[in-house]
């Protein structure tokens, strides 16, 4: 018997979780630790200059492809509180799921291998530690999509913005495409659909926008829902990253876009 056929054997006598748990890892890729220069900059003291500080992320894994249509269905079976007909609305608005022909059939609309959206932040969290992971955060986000890992030249990073900002100004499709079908990803490290599908929610979509002031007088759970007091940019050509943060800070948790999706992530052990 091959060690193939060995390591099946011995996931299945571990149990389903197991066996998941090994079927998703297939799909996630690792990313390196490294640094993070935010959009957004900040004051270290009232009196200090805003200056963009500089992130470090740590190493983490994160999916290769946006959460479809078919993936979502299996959770809301298995979950059903989750389902259309069942979620409360303090976890999701009305327009949840609204493009699935019923609770438990996406349809035309949305068809399998496409990203599910018109899904909450709160839905896409609960799916996420359903599988044994999480959202990734802001910074995360930013740091796998960034121009870093999609070229090596000031020239390949203005050829990648400008794809960007192209697919921004396009008017989302009705039915959304296959994840992982478009061009070959350019992604350095093979992450796909990060740009030009749909936006995706972030962990803390919100959060690292308000302003300093904001922030220090609200609770941590106000926090990750207030929109944006103010909001700076560390380079005006950035028009991209502007975009993306603009629109974060436009969100609640319990809205539900037809062009907001996500993927999820997983810390990385040491």
């Known amino acids: 018997m091959n060690s193939s ?49 500089v992130i470090p992320v740590a190493a983490f894994a994160i999916d290769r492809t946006p959460v479809t249509n ?82 090596r030249t000031p020239e390949d990073r203005e050829k990648f913005l400008q794809v960007i900002l192209e697919w921004y100004s396009r008017p989302s499709a009705a039915v959304l495409g296959a994840v992982g079908a478009g061009q070959p990803s350019e992604h350095r490290l093979g992450v796909q659909d990060l740009h030009g599908l749909i936006w995706e929610w972030t962990s803390d979509f919100s959060s690292n926008i308000a302003s300093t002031e904001a922030r220090s007088n609200s609770a941590p759970e106000a926090a990750e829902f207030c929109g944006a007091a103010t909001l700076g940019g560390k380079d005006p050509s950035n028009y991209a990253s502007y975009m993306r943060f603009a629109f974060r800070s436009s969100l609640k948790g319990g809205f539900s876009l037809g062009n907001l999706g996500f993927r999820c992530a997983r810390d990385r052990a040491p």
């Not at 090994?22 to 009196?47: C, H, N």
Request: proline share 11%; glycine share 4%; charged share 20%.
């Open 5 to 53: 056929k060995v390591s099946i054997i011995a996931l299945l006598l571990c149990g389903p979780n197991a066996w998941a748990l090994a079927q998703e890892d297939s799909f996630m890729l690792q990313i390196p630790a490294g640094l993070y220069e935010s959009f957004v900059p900040e004051k270290k003291t009232p009196r200090a200059p805003l200056k963009a500080p």
């Open 70 to 151: 078919r993936q979502f269905l299996q959770f809301v079976q298995q979950n059903p509180s989750w389902q259309r007909n069942k979620v409360s609305r303090l976890f999701a608005d009305p327009s949840y799921l609204n493009h699935w022909v019923d609770e438990r059939t996406p349809g035309p609309r949305a068809p399998d291998a496409s990203p599910v959206v018109h899904v909450s932040w709160f839905a896409a969290r609960a799916y996420c530690r359903a599988q044994g992971k999480r959202l990734p955060t802001t910074y995360e986000w930013e740091y796998v999509a960034g121009p870093e890992f999609y070229g």
